[in-house]
């Protein structure tokens, strides 16, 4: 059975209720109701292999949950057709339920008042998952996540993401092959950023997971995502590999440098756009083609004591890839 997504010309509208201002535009409406329709999902198609980790990108009421609540079943689509794992997800089989999961980092699925643990045995009677598969699952996820010291405590005694990883261990038990991760690290520090990444792309390698991933920080899709798609206004703006998209909207890199001793401004000039400099750090941006050359010419020339060439940041490039597309 293929764990592979097939979106094809799919589009959400919905329908909002619009009310005038004031009291008499209260009144009005209470009379007369007028409705506005709101494109969430405008016409999109995708494909994504069993096994593949995508990226959804795209900024704030852009269409990525509305995309994914269609994906998981959750809302119909006003058009178009999605099959996910060989089913239509809005038919909500009880087989599909079982292969697929959608993760909201601003939802919670836990119940509050009681331990982890006892909403794990809720999915285990929910999913129907066989008592010696249970147990084997539960043990895998504990290892993984660390949870050990955190499933007999009441959920709201846990820390934001000692919650998170919780969470999506509850997720998972039934493990599930088509994943839909919505900010999942969402308002997590550094370290537990860190902790559900290397999980996330743990879990892909132990089961061949489709993963559909959804996140505002970049170190989540660099880190995870070899194809990212992007959205905007409900339209897919772009769709293939990280590398292109980062190569073709920032055909630049940017030397950081530190000196030993102070060198003139002026002297920087030669070696490409200079974002900042401020002894002893500078910021220098070299056209891709050239890096290597103006590199050793940098390093040959300047009092460099430490120097390191890195991508522009993530966030820049997509900005980047969204003005080139309004501008066209
Ligand atoms: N139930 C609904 N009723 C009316 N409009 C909705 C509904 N759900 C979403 N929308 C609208 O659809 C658009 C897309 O919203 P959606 O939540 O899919 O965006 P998103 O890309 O997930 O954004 P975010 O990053 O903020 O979560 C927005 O304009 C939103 O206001």
Redesign the pocket.
């Known amino acids: 059975m293929s764990n592979g997504i097939v979106v094809n010309q799919l589009t959400k509208q ?1 329908k ?1 209720h619009e009310r005038e201002a004031g009291l008499r535009g209260a009144l009005h409406s209470l009379i007369k109701r007028s409705f506005r329709t ?1 494109t ?2 405008d016409n999109i198609s995708f494909a994504i292999e069993p096994g593949e980790i995508v990226g959804f990108l ?10 994914m609540k269609m994906l998981s079943g959750l809302l119909h689509p006003s058009d178009g057709t999605v099959d996910v794992g060989g089913y239509i997800p809005f038919e909500q089989k009880d087989a599909f339920k079982k292969r697929i999961t959608l993760v909201m980092g601003q939802k919670s699925q836990l119940i509050w008042d009681i331990p982890a643990s006892e909403t794990f045995l809720i999915n285990q009677a929910i999913y129907e998952i066989p008592d010696a598969q249970y147990r084997e699952t539960v043990g895998e996820l504990t290892e993984l996540l660390e949870l050990e010291p955190l499933l007999r405590k009441p959920v709201r005694t846990l820390s934001l993401g000692e919650r998170m990883k919780c969470e999506l261990a509850a997720s998972l038990l039934h493990r599930p092959e088509i994943i839909f991760l ?2 999942p690290t969402i308002g997590l520090d550094v370290n537990m950023q860190e902790t559900v990444r290397r999980f996330i792309k743990a879990y892909n390698e132990r089961f061949n997971a489709t993963i559909l991933l ?1 996140s ?1 920080y970049m170190a989540d899709v660099t880190a995870l995502c070899k194809r990212v798609i992007i ?1 905007n206004h ?1 339209r897919i703006l772009f769709d293939g590999d990280l590398n292109q998209l980062v190569s073709t909207h920032a055909p630049f890199k940017v030397a950081k440098l530190v000196f030993s001793t102070p060198v003139e401004k002026k002297d920087l000039d030669r070696y490409g756009e200079v974002l900042q400099y401020e002894y002893p750090q500078a910021s220098i941006q070299i056209p891709r083609t050239e890096v290597s050359e103006q590199a050793s010419r940098m390093l040959a020339d300047l009092p460099v004591q430490d120097f390191t060439i890195e991508d522009p940041p993530m966030e820049d490039v997509i900005g980047m890839a969204f003005a080139a597309k309004e501008g066209a």
């Not at 900024?59 to 995309?67: D, V």
């Open positions: 919905f909002v709101v969430a999902v795209g900024p704030n009421g852009a269409g990525k949950t509305t995309t919505d900010e959804t505002h959205i409900g």
